[in-house]
């Protein structure tokens, strides 16, 4: 569905003027995965070739594929995008891999170096003036690539991404730090690396454990991790520069953080797609650029407000930047108002130190290992269970949908033991085991959410 | 007094094993012999267990491993009673640190399973584990063992110490589900991926630290006796690792195919004990014999295979006797590359240091643990492939094994690129039955060998036939009747 010229714009400043509106969802502003997937499936190839498709057609400018979200099309309840001209822009930015922001840096002959694990000091790449990409896959399901490299039975979101780096899509990318993330991850960029060396590569090793030799150990690690970059890029890091960036990381941590709070307001100001839009955003963009763009974001929605919802769900689990899928599951009247995934909250919750007060490695180290949220900690599941019940009560959610993909073990045992943990709480919880990015899987999905929504009823 | 069966895995096996302790070494032999005898009327899969540990070839090797493992299982079962706590170790942890200790025994988690398996008993264990909702892409060698557990009347440990972190997030995630779930202590020794060495000085540290919880846990000191009175069995132990590992280079082999299982049995539940030493012995004598008498167990040996992780244990070990009957012989797999060192025991320190050195070095934590997961993995298959004078590579598959199914692609590259070998890769669960039937695998080995293995040590020849028919038919056709 194409709606005619400058109707786009209009629906977006109702979206802004009329807050308490229920609006129909804006398919002329999807963020473009759906297309992907729709042209992935129509043209044999590359996603490179599919990504450069959409740059000519112009991104954005069509109806979604058959991802999640098409059922909107079906007459389902909430909309997945409230529009907005600022977040109009950012959904659109954010849908593309090599978006305008990171084509306008290389452009002014900037470099980008890519990383995927949120344990990932990006501030150590800001201060040498390198643009810090997280990698995502943005729902690609084309992975015969990969599958060549990768087997079956890894994490269909790693070979999405290995897909991309293979076939071209990646190819921006200056660099890489690798992290020992998940033993999928780690398979991933060993593979990407043997077919296609990247010109740097950084092992960042980061302990499974938090006690003081580990945290001593990462310390040196990120002194490490530093000294390539500026070996490898010919930049000198300053202590002055990295002060900087750790002062501009925790001010984007705060206005992300702004963000979930306006989202998990009784009358909530983003939906759970547009705040994983403006999530991908913040990960793939200039540092200036970042905080500007959250603060317009801010800005348009202070006084907009979502009603009509059937229920507010946290949604958990393994990396998941899937907005089509979040937009699926808000489509059939689940409004994600809290998240504790990857690509969501985990990643900046923790908050910097920035009091300038001892060494910038020492604080980075303790903040991204100590406080790291993730379940590759084998030691810190009391930890994680509290932030998600936390979370929960925080966002008043009638229910919780813990998702993993299929053969990720680190997310799908957490998941197992926080079902059992928010059901001794009472929390009604869906816990979904899927393929990242198969439309294969939609029917299922929509079975299961609805089945799920049903039962926790909400307000209606 | 009430009897009744136990339901649990480990009540059940170490129930049984109790009853073969008993029995006296000659007896257990006769016994052997009278079932291996009765075995054609015996239920098929009993049959089959029989006929691969009693098989007169391996029998004495597979009755002391048989006593070995009965008081392994028998310590544990007995431990409180003895005043002992229980903990439960994984395959690649080194099991000599606990036996180190007065107050502790070690259990191994996958090697219940493996003999579960090896008893028909793995599925409905697996099945409780699935109960509680855990995904299916668990690794069954742990899950049957730990579904046990937590889903039956089955006996707990005191502890759960994890060697995984580092090696495999899938059994780290088991371990600390388990741990949580039945509320008792988990004890780490991860491995850094780092082959530097302040990777290796972490890993110390981390050794260091873990002795310091035991000792608190258990409240007992590791004496520098202790540790040596253990390590001095080890140090054996590791040199009958070595004669074992030199015989498998004759050719043809003359090393039981099983005696690849009852190698790293013996090393990841018995090492540094007397019945470990009297295991490993067994094994060497057996061999010995065999090589002087040339003796095999197929007309000819037609491949020599080398396993690149691990093997297949659900059918109840008839693997390791069929691949033996058709010639196949099994050089060891992944399990068994653990390449011990010889511990300097004069002080605490060099032997907490051995200790290190060996857990550094256990199989997973070396190859996939390492730095790279492909590279580390790749030269151990390559020199152990060359060293055996291997034939082909075959991997099992194991799909839980997320880190090796990752970098079985880049092994398969360098395999053929440095050694001409080929490498088949399979797929299959290895402790159940229910992934892919055991001969649909036996028919894929069954075509590799005879179309790839078979016929590559027919290549050059047929090359250098087809050079000379290219020259005789383009520069000097023959002369009428003559044949080329």
Redesign the interface.
């Known amino acids: 569905m194409k709606l005619p010229k400058g109707e786009d714009k209009v629906l977006g400043k109702v979206g802004v003027k009329k807050p308490e509106a229920l609006l129909p969802r804006l398919p002329q502003k999807s963020p473009g995965i759906s297309h992907f997937e729709k042209a992935a499936s129509a043209v044999p190839g590359s996603a490179g070739r599919l990504r450069r498709i959409e740059e000519e057609d112009g991104a954005g400018d069509r109806e979604p594929g058959p991802g999640l979200g098409a059922v909107a099309e079906a007459g389902f309840i909430a909309p997945g995008w409230f529009g907005g001209e600022e977040m109009d822009e950012i959904i659109k930015q954010s849908a593309v891999i090599e978006n305008e922001h990171v084509k306008k840096w290389k452009r002014d002959g900037g470099r980008v170096v890519g990383y995927i694990c949120l344990a990932t000091p990006t501030e150590i790449m800001d201060a040498a003036g390198l643009l810090p990409y997280r990698v995502r896959a943005l729902g690609n399901s084309q992975t015969e690539m990969a599958d060549?490299?990768?087997?079956r039975?890894?994490?269909s979101f790693?070979r999405s991404c290995l897909q991309l780096g293979l076939d071209g899509t990646y190819d921006f990318l200056d660099g890489m730090i690798e992290t020992?993330g998940?033993?999928?991850l780690?398979?991933?960029i060993?593979?990407w690396h043997?077919a296609k060396p990247f010109a740097f590569l950084h092992?960042l090793?980061v302990?499974?454990?938090a006690?003081p030799?580990?945290l001593k150990?990462y310390e040196?690690d990120l002194r490490l991790y530093k000294q390539a970059i500026e070996n490898h890029f010919d930049v000198t890091i300053t202590e002055a520069e990295l002060w900087n960036q750790i002062q501009m990381e925790d001010r984007v941590r705060e206005k992300l953080k702004t963000i979930y709070e306006m989202r998990e307001r009784a009358e909530p100001a983003f939906t759970g797609a547009e705040t994983l839009s403006l999530f991908l955003m913040a990960t793939a963009a200039p540092a200036a650029i970042r905080e500007k763009l959250l603060d317009q974001a801010i800005a348009e929605r202070k006084d907009h407000k979502i009603r009509g919802y059937k229920a507010r769900l946290l949604l958990g689990g393994s990396a998941t930047d899937e907005v089509d899928f979040i937009q699926g599951i808000e489509s059939m009247g689940g409004l994600v108002v809290a998240d504790t995934l990857c690509y969501g909250s985990r990643a900046f919750w923790p908050r910097l130190n920035p009091a300038k007060a001892g060494d910038p490695l020492q604080v980075l180290a303790k903040t991204y290992l100590e406080e790291l949220l993730c379940?590759?900690m084998?030691?810190d599941?009391?930890r994680r269970r509290d932030y998600v019940l936390a979370a929960v009560e925080r966002a008043k959610a009638d229910g919780v949908i813990l998702v993993?993909n299929?053969?990720c073990?680190?997310h799908?045992?957490?998941n197992?033991?926080f079902?059992?943990a928010l059901e001794k709480k009472g929390i009604p919880v869906l816990?979904l085991?899927k393929e990242y990015g198969a439309s294969a899987d939609i029917g299922r999905m929509k079975t299961r959410v609805q089945a799920f929504l049903e039962r926790i009823g909400g307000p209606q | 007094m009430k009897l009744s069966t136990p339901t649990g895995l480990f009540n059940r096996l170490s129930l049984q094993l109790a009853l073969l302790n008993r029995l006296p070494a000659p007896v257990l032999d006769k016994a052997g012999a009278l079932l291996l005898a009765i075995s054609p009327i015996l239920p098929a899969e009993m049959a089959s267990a029989l006929g691969t540990f009693l098989a007169p070839h391996a029998r004495p090797a597979s009755l002391a491993f048989i006593k070995m493992t009965a008081k392994w299982a028998t310590d544990a079962r007995n431990a409180s009673r003895n005043g002992k706590k229980v903990l439960l170790v994984p395959f690649n942890f080194p099991c000599e640190l606990i036996h180190a200790f007065d107050s502790a025994t070690p259990l191994t988690s996958e090697v219940l399973s493996t003999l579960a398996a090896a008893v028909g008993q793995g599925e409905q264990y697996w099945d409780m584990a699935m109960g509680l909702g855990l995904p299916d892409h668990l690794c069954s060698a742990n899950t049957i063992e730990l579904g046990s557990m937590l889903g039956s009347e089955d006996f707990k440990p005191q502890a759960i110490i994890s060697a995984a972190p580092g090696g495999c997030d899938v059994n780290s995630k088991i371990h600390e589900f388990v741990a949580h779930h039945l509320g008792i202590p988990q004890f780490f020794l991860p491995k850094p991926p780092d082959d530097s060495g302040r990777g290796r000085k972490q890993y110390a540290l981390y050794l260091h630290a873990l002795i310091a919880q035991l000792e608190e846990f258990l409240g007992e000191e590791l004496t520098e006796d202790k540790l040596r009175r253990v390590l001095t069995k080890a140090n054996r132990c590791t040199e009958l690792y070595y004669e074992i590992w030199d015989l498998h280079k004759a050719v043809p082999c003359p090393v039981p195919n099983i005696f690849s299982l009852l190698l790293y049995g013996t090393r990841f539940t018995m090492w540094g004990t007397d019945e470990a030493i009297k295991t490993l012995e067994a094994m060497v004598k057996v061999c010995k014999e065999r090589l002087a008498r040339k003796a095999y167990p197929a007309e000819k040996e037609v491949a020599r295979c080398l396993w690149a992780y691990t093997s297949y244990y659900f059918d109840f070990m008839g693997f390791f006797s069929w691949m033996e009957e058709r010639g196949y012989t099994h050089l060891g797999d992944g399990l068994d590359l653990c390449f011990p060192s010889i511990v300097d025991t004069s002080s605490r320190d060099t032997m907490i240091e051995g200790i290190a050195e060996a857990a550094w070095n256990m199989p997973m934590t070396r190859q996939v643990g390492g730095e790279s997961m492909s590279r580390s993995w790749t030269e151990d298959v390559i020199y152990a492939a060359k060293e055996l004078k291997a034939d082909c590579v075959i991997y099992c598959g194991h799909h839980s094994c997320k880190q090796t199914w990752s970098v079985v692609s880049i092994l398969r590259s360098e395999l053929t690129k440095r050694t001409g070998l080929p490498l088949l890769i399979l797929q299959g669960d290895s402790w159940m039955k229910r992934m892919t039937p055991m001969s649909v695998l036996q028919q894929e080995i069954d075509e590799f060998v005879r179309n790839v293995v078979a016929k590559k040590s027919l290549k050059p020849r047929k090359l250098k036939d087809r050079r000379k028919s290219q020259l005789v038919s383009e520069d000097n056709p023959p002369a009428a009747g003559s044949s080329v």
């Open positions: 060549a490299r990768l087997s039975f890894n994490c790693c020992n998940c033993d999928h780690r398979g991933m060993e593979n043997y092992y090793k302990p499974h454990l006690d030799s580990s150990y040196e379940p590759r084998f030691q599941f009391p993993h299929k053969f073990d680190v799908g045992v957490d197992v033991a079902r059992l816990q085991e």
